[in-house]
């Protein structure tokens, strides 16, 4: 690939720029989270307008291969983490998608030193201090799930039990009140059995079986956010993925 514009061809310049700059992305000159050049150095370099810069930029944004900081310029994203057909909701979301009225019953909102564990889902160093919120989730008033969030937020950032009693979705705290965006996560799925004092909370046996999720949630920096283990009563809940199968040569050899 080109790595000058050409400003004789039909394909417009913001357009060969982007291809560019996401090839020095690719081709790994650029690492994770470190800054691209300055627009007055990309005018310099390639000879073109401000404002085709930015239309470039804007445009990779909106792809994911950069972010930006406010008062300190344009970084690269770390790699995708989130493949596939799966779309990224909220547990609400989820429910009334299904034609359910979501609930929740708030047991305890802290700020606390979560364990290693947590810390090291989030890249975080020791000492540091999270938000755990632990809620029961309901559908149609009955429990369906526990969920135990650890969030990491900014110093003098917080959320308050009254705003989670009114929001219900934690998703939507960190959208309208922080900026933060959800944007993509990793995921696993495995089976457990429900412990005493999980079945009364969920209202099942002693032993019956749950589903465990737990998930990183990344924001849209790529930097992650929440650390959250959620059991599913597995008589009320289920997961669906869509797979699809790759293209195969016609004479695989």
């Given at each position: ?79 995708k ?10 547990f ?45 989730r ?9 969920q ?36 993509e ?14 079945a ?21 920096e ?32």
């Amino acid at each position: 690939m080109s790595r000058t514009i050409d400003p004789f061809t039909a394909v417009p310049k913001y357009f060969q720029l982007a291809s560019i700059l996401r090839q020095n992305i690719e081709d790994g000159e650029w690492a994770p989270r470190s800054p691209i050049p300055s627009e007055r150095q990309l005018e310099v370099l390639y000879n073109i307008s401000r404002t085709t810069i930015r239309e470039a930029i804007n445009s990779l944004v909106q792809q994911g291969y950069l972010y930006r900081e406010h008062g300190r310029g344009t970084f690269v994203s770390p790699q995708k983490l989130q493949k596939g057909w799966m779309e990224l909701t909220s547990f609400s979301e989820d429910l009334v998608k299904r034609g359910l009225v979501p609930g929740q019953i708030i047991r305890s909102l802290q700020l606390m030193q979560p364990p290693q564990r947590v810390l090291q889902r989030l890249e975080l160093p020791a000492g540091s201090l999270v938000h755990r919120i632990e809620r029961v989730r309901l559908a149609d008033g009955t429990p369906i799930g526990l969920q135990t969030s650890y969030l990491s937020l900014a110093p003098g950032q917080e959320i308050t039990m009254q705003e989670m009693e009114k929001a219900g979705s934690l998703y939507r705290i960190l959208s309208e009140k922080f900026h933060i965006i959800p944007t993509e996560a990793d995921e696993t799925l495995e089976v457990t059995l429900a412990t005493p004092e999980e079945a009364g909370l969920l209202q099942v046996a002693t032993g019956a079986p749950l589903l465990l999720n737990e998930r990183v949630l990344f924001s849209q920096e790529r930097t992650p956010v929440e650390y959250v283990k959620i059991l599913y009563r597995g008589d009320r809940y289920q997961y669906f993925v869509h797979l699809k199968r790759q293209a195969i040569a016609e004479n695989p050899r």
